[in-house]
């Protein structure tokens, strides 16, 4: 797989309409995959998402920003743009309530993709996971596949089901990230590792686990276990900072990077991006400065 080769990232697109006490609310492109396919394209690596979107202020908002990036937008119209409301604690950490549907029609790519994402609402939510589970397994073994549960306790149904839902996308993948939320929700009591260990049973090549100010580590199906630490920064906010993991992670690995390197660098554009409010990841030379000023202080 090429830097330079197109990623199919396949999912939703949200407006997070972020609201905190005694501020007025503010509105950000969101969605997990937007948010990915975004961060990939300030890296420099080409991305082409398959979304919905509807044709009101929220849908031009997303479609501008993501086009500001680089990013090919191919979306399906709705009546209306999905949304969050995202309230912000005390440390910045958000919770989410969601206006949100996921009826993706079956589609195909224009041109053949280096790589194919998929993940959080639009690989769960009926009818629309569907058409992406479908596309999916039509590109597997002629494209990496890489998933991002991204878990949305309120769109996810019952536990046992959205468990079921979500390892057959991991079954599917050869790269999965996860958060050590994601794996709380999802199996409870169980650690961060044994989960990881149990994914890596079902077929995928690499494992990455967020950890918060904890940093992440990273399994493969070779037995090689990596950690990487955090990067101390005041946080604005985590919106989006499992997104801009993942797409630094998904660059670096393209690129040929060792797998310390690629948790170096996925953790480095995490916190680039909590710095500052919204889902907005790091231009690639923005994480190159970030990444020198990290190995100066080494």
Not at 63 to 82: D, I, N, W
Not at 200 to 215: E, K, M, Q, R
Request: with cysteine.
């Amino acid at each position: 797989m090429s830097p330079a080769s197109p990623v199919l990232v396949i999912g939703e697109c949200v407006a997070d309409i972020v609201r905190t006490d005694g501020a007025p609310d503010r509105v950000h492109p969101g969605g997990s995959p937007a948010n990915l396919a975004y961060g990939l394209a300030r890296l420099g690596r080409p991305a082409v998402l398959l979304t919905e979107l509807g044709q009101d202020a929220n849908g031009r908002l997303i479609r501008e920003h993501l086009e500001s990036a680089g990013v090919v937008v191919r979306a399906a119209e709705v009546a209306r743009t999905p949304s969050a409301v995202v309230r912000l604690d005390g440390q910045g950490r958000a919770q989410y309530t969601f206006d949100i549907g996921w009826t993706l029609p079956p589609a195909e790519p224009e041109a053949a993709p280096g790589a194919v994402h998929l993940g959080s609402i639009g690989a769960v939510t009926e009818p629309g996971a569907a058409s992406v589970l479908a596309l999916v397994e039509r590109w597997r073994g002629r494209a990496q596949v890489s998933y991002d549960p991204n878990v949305r306790p309120a769109l996810m149904g019952e536990r046992a089901e959205a468990v079921r839902r979500v390892e057959r996308c991991v079954a599917l993948s050869d790269l999965v990230k996860a958060s050590d939320e994601d794996l709380a929700w999802l199996y409870p009591g169980e650690s961060a590792e044994a989960v990881a260990e149990r994914w890596l049973a079902l077929g995928p090549s690499v494992v990455a686990i967020t950890l918060g100010a904890d940093g992440a580590f990273a399994l493969t199906a070779e037995g090689e276990r990596v950690r990487a630490a955090a990067v101390p920064v005041p946080v604005a906010d985590t919106v989006g900072a499992g997104d801009a993991f993942m797409a630094a992670l998904l660059h670096a690995r393209a690129a040929g990077t060792d797998l310390s390197g690629c948790l170096t660098r996925a953790v480095t554009a995490a916190a680039l991006t909590v710095s500052r409010p919204g889902a907005n990841p790091p231009t690639a030379a923005e994480l190159s400065a970030a990444l020198e000023r990290r190995s100066a202080a080494c």
